[in-house]
């Protein structure tokens, strides 16, 4: 959120702020192995590789995984801390690495393996921890304190409780969220994408909508729809389209206007619902203003459930596909309600 304030819907600033979190966490990377090593060289080629390797481009590209960026940039961090307290334990060294970890799983709750993988370093290559084999350059006659298993298990508890706070928050929050999709499901791009390889005529997401009094024991779908929008308000949020010329006949142009004259209730009845369905099928024909329509609808809840996440997916297929109306409605989207 703090981000969208700053720069709004230009994706160039988000692209470079990831870069700048992700160089960050390969800082990290080189301070820990060096102080943990000892070797400078061997450390900045880990970091080297770390930063280059192919597996982060993916997470430093997309905005929507800043999570995966704090993730790696506080674990390496609190990493770093620790070892602060293995060197001097203190209740300070001990708070700074417990706050380091909280917000890291904050960002991302993957980071609760983060207690197993400092009891490991204990063993090797810190070597805290008492045991019968002693391992290949072992500096016994360091001035660390040597603990039992158990010890530094109980070392590690508070650590431990912050994962399971974690944890149970993280299922909790699972639990709020809705098991059922509404009626109309939610269509993602890759289902746009794959529409316009394949030119299909109605994406699989597509609701089967039975004409209203048609079916018995169907509840009467002019009565569950919401009362029309007014004329002034439907003329603001339907802009009219160009008729249909023969270079575009086929692009799904046919069904948006079969859909504009089952909207504008020519036919003597408004039909959303008739409207909705050749809507889904000028969208399967890659029809960007099929698309931006659809999406209106969605806002306003007109016709079908208002639902603000369907309605900006929509939005950001249009945009992706040069129009500007829909990269202006993904600005103004909290001035219909939706956060």
């Given at each position: 959120m703090v981000d969208r304030n700053l720069f709004g819907a230009y994706p160039g600033a988000y692209f470079v702020e990831n870069a700048v979190w992700h160089a960050a966490t390969a800082y990290l990377v080189f301070a820990f192995f060096r102080r943990l090593l000892g070797q400078y060289w061997l450390a900045l080629f880990v970091a080297a590789v770390f930063a280059l390797h192919p597996v982060n481009v993916e997470v430093v590209a997309w905005a929507s995984q800043r999570k995966s960026l704090l993730s790696a940039f506080f674990w390496f961090l609190s990493m770093i801390v620790y070892l602060d307290f293995v060197e001097k334990p203190s209740k300070r060294n001990q708070f700074f690495l417990c706050t380091t970890y909280l917000l890291g799983l904050?960002?991302?709750?993957?980071?609760?393996?983060?207690?197993?993988?400092?009891?490991?370093?204990?063993?090797?290559p810190l070597q805290r921890i008492e045991l019968p084999v002693k391992f290949a350059g072992d500096r016994g006659g360091d001035s660390r304190t040597e603990l039992t298993i158990w010890q530094a298990c109980l070392e590690k508890l508070p650590l431990v409780a912050l994962a399971g706070l974690g944890y149970f928050e993280?299922?909790?929050?699972?639990?709020?969220?809705?098991?059922?999709?509404?009626?109309?499901?939610?269509?993602?791009?890759?289902?746009?994408?794959?529409?316009?390889?394949?030119?299909?005529g109605v994406p699989a997401s597509e609701p089967v909508l039975p004409p209203a009094n048609k079916l018995e024991g169907r509840p009467n779908l002019d009565r569950a729809m919401p009362p029309a929008t007014p004329a002034v308000q439907r003329q603001k949020l339907v802009p009219n389209y160009p008729a249909p010329s023969s270079a575009t006949a086929g692009d799904g142009v046919q069904e948006l206007l079969l859909a504009r004259h089952f909207l504008d209730g020519k036919g003597g009845t408004r039909d959303t619902a008739e409207a909705v369905?050749?809507?889904?099928?000028?969208?399967?024909?890659?029809?960007?203003?099929?698309?931006?329509?659809?999406?209106?609808?969605?806002?306003?809840?007109?016709?079908v459930p208002k639902n603000c996440d369907q309605a900006r997916l929509l939005l950001v297929a249009a945009a992706k596909r040069g129009a500007s109306d829909a990269a202006q409605k993904l600005l103004s989207l909290e001035s219909n309600g939706c956060s």
């Open positions: 904050m960002a991302k709750p993957a980071g609760v393996s983060l207690p197993l993988v400092l009891l490991i370093l204990d063993i090797w993280w299922s909790a929050r699972s639990d709020r969220e809705p098991t059922k999709k509404t009626s109309i499901a939610i269509a993602s791009e890759s289902t746009i994408e794959e529409n316009h390889s394949a030119r299909i369905k050749w809507l889904w099928k000028a969208v399967g024909k890659q029809n960007t203003g099929a698309v931006i329509l659809l999406a209106d609808l969605y806002l306003i809840g007109d016709g």
